[in-house]
């Protein structure tokens, strides 16, 4: 099961991006995630002209490449935890 880290704003997680996707909500990038296997983190934009969020998928996170988390002024940052359930 996947859970998600607080939100990093103004910072993005490059180089590591599997797929990019527009999407009409900030949240349905969270469900992108969710849905793909290999995705460990996002970063998500506003893009007011288009009236629509860029979604970016990344198949690492900011604790495997900490170098790769750079400024990136109106994106959001989110790392997955991934939890363990014990029956």
């Not at 990019?20 to 002209?49: D, F, G």
């Amino acid at each position: 099961m996947k859970r998600y880290a607080s939100p990093i704003y103004g910072r993005a997680l490059h180089g590591h991006v599997f797929k990019t996707l527009q999407l009409e909500k900030e949240e349905l990038c969270r469900l992108n995630c969710y849905m793909e296997e290999i995705c460990q983190s996002y970063n998500v934009a506003s893009s007011p002209h288009l009236g629509r969020w860029e979604c970016e998928l990344s198949n690492t996170d900011d604790k495997q490449h900490p170098e790769s988390l750079v400024t990136s002024q109106g994106k959001i940052y989110r790392a997955t935890q991934v939890t363990c359930v014990i029956s």
